[in-house]
């Protein structure tokens, strides 16, 4: 059974940093035939998009809203994503995605997708 596994999250003060750990586990072709794409959700708004990585990492993608701040890498010998977050804001409060698939980019379709890790970001 396909399976993505977020952890990292928690409370940070305004400036702090974090860093997304996306572990996978039964993919077919595993991870590193995959995609993979971090999302945001506030309870109440939409998803957002916020990067994604090719397969051998070679290209990379971010919302305007985390560009310069966030970075997506990926280690596939370890069928292992992470999400960089740097000089966070009370504006990045939210549950955070992982997500794997077959097409990259923003605003591809992903197949397989974690439960979430919650990130706050206040004083």
């Known amino acids: 059974q396909a399976q993505l596994l977020e952890s990292g999250g928690g409370l940070v003060q305004p400036g702090g940093s974090l860093r997304l750990s996306c572990v996978a586990s039964?993919?077919?072709?595993?991870?590193?035939?995959?995609?993979v794409g971090w999302f945001r959700q506030v309870p109440g708004k939409e998803r957002e998009a916020i990067a994604s990585i090719s397969v051998r990492g070679i290209q990379t993608e971010y919302a305007e809203s985390v560009k310069g701040r966030f970075t997506i890498s990926r280690d596939n010998a370890k069928n292992t994503a992470y999400l960089q977050m740097n000089g966070l804001k009370p504006e990045d409060t939210a549950i955070y995605y992982c997500a794997a698939g077959p097409f990259y980019g923003l605003g591809a379709m992903y197949r397989y997708w974690g439960q979430g890790t919650r990130v706050s970001v206040s004083s």
């Open positions: 039964g993919l077919p072709l595993g991870l590193g035939n995959n995609v």
